[in-house]
């Protein structure tokens, strides 16, 4: 019965591309979950199963969001050969998700390895000899991780947007009410300052000193 009712759910669709006043012919779809509806990211995710095997067959950690995986790999002092497994699991997941329609975003995947300046050096120099380019930084989830965990490229830019977003509410702040203007402090502000800041736990003062400021800022536009 729930095969059926997926089955009718997901059958018989149609799609079509509209550019100004033109439409193009409707054309019947193969393949894909209906896009915004409550039951695609459920779907999608029962379709991506099989990914996870092939990660635990190379014996890899990872964990998914939506469309979005990331991989995880841990190594010992001067020895990569776990990175072998690494390179075999992408190739598998390519040659998987070219077999079932799919497509993996090579301008969003991205690599980088965490560790002090001397070992990062090592591991990207044995991953650019295996064909691999690596990142010094990456965006996970709005937080920016440089190799070596310093967030200072994180706070520049949470301080860069935060004092954008003052300089804006300090030009209204005179046209609205001090409610209003504490709701648009702690939505552009208090949030950004707010968000994954665990993670800053045990950075230097002068890079903590940087949001300290910006809450100050903040609070004098509300005196």
Known sequence: MALSWFRSYLEGRGYCV???????????????????????????SLYILPLSQIMRKNQ???HSYADDTQ?????????????DSLSQCTEE?????????LQL???KTEVIAFGNKDE??????????RGQTTKNQVKNHGVILESDLGFSSHVKAVTKSAYYHLKNIAR?????????????????????VDYCNG???????????????????AARILN
């Not at 550019?19 to 039951?39: A, D, F, N, Y």
């Not at 991989?71 to 990569?80: F, R, V």
């Open 120 to 129: 990062v050096l090592k591991v990207n120099a044995y991953l650019d000899s």
């Open 18 to 44: 509209s550019t100004g006043e033109h439409q193009s012919k409707w054309t019947s779809m193969t393949c894909r979950v209906p896009q915004g509806s409550i039951l695609a990211p459920l779907l999608f």
């Open 71 to 83: 991989i995880y790999l841990a190594l010992s002092a001067n020895n990569y050969s776990p990175i």
């Open 172 to 192: 209204i702040r005179c046209f609205v009410s001090r409610q209003d203007l504490e709701k648009l402090v702690h939505a552009f502000i208090t949030s950004r």
């Open 93 to 101: 997941i390519n040659s998987w998700m070219c077999q079932n329609f």
């Open 105 to 107: 975003n090579k301008k």
């Open 60 to 62: 890899i950690a990872y």
């Open 199 to 217: 993670l800053l736990t045990g950075l230097p003062k002068k890079t903590i000193r940087q949001l300290q400021l910006i809450q100050n800022a």
